[in-house]
Nanobody, 125 residues
Framework: QVQLVESGGGLVQAGGSLRLSCVAS?????????MGWFRQAPGKEREFVAA????????NYADSLKGRVTISRDNAKNTVYLQIDSLKPEDTGVYYC?????????????????WGQGTQVTVSS
């Protein structure tokens, strides 16, 4: 019923920028919800990146990334974006978008019930 598809990842040099997209399809009730981005590097736990409410009026960012990432959404296009600037090698990983079932822009993985397949971001020095 619900499908989230990420895109925009790739191989980039350190210092570059990427804009990831997550296109959602399915029930409007689910789509009009708080959405978040997570990432997972090889050998590491999945970590929170950013979240945004349906209206965009409230956002939440990981402290380590605040200032370099911007989350936004276009509800008319059912799309959530993640802009990453000044990319660093440690930004390398698989980036996932997900729906927050709590509607609180949570940073907890367990609060998200629908997940995309992920898009790979690789940053070289």
């Amino acid at each position: 019923q619900v499908q989230l598809v990420e895109s925009g990842g790739g191989l980039v040099q350190a210092g570059g920028s990427l804009r990831l997209s997550c296109v959602a399809s399915g029930r409007a009730f689910v789509l009009s919800s708080t959405m978040g981005w997570f990432r997972q590097a090889p050998g590491k736990e999945r970590e929170f990146v950013a979240a945004i409410t349906w209206s965009g009026g409230s956002t939440n960012y990981a402290d380590s990334l605040k200032g370099r990432v911007t989350i936004s959404r276009d509800n008319a296009k059912n799309t959530v974006y993640l802009q990453i600037d000044s990319l660093k090698p440690e930004d390398t990983g698989v980036y996932y978008c997900a729906r927050d079932r709590t509607f609180r822009a949570s940073r907890l993985t367990r609060d998200y019930d629908y997940w995309g397949q992920g898009t790979q971001v690789t940053v070289s020095s």
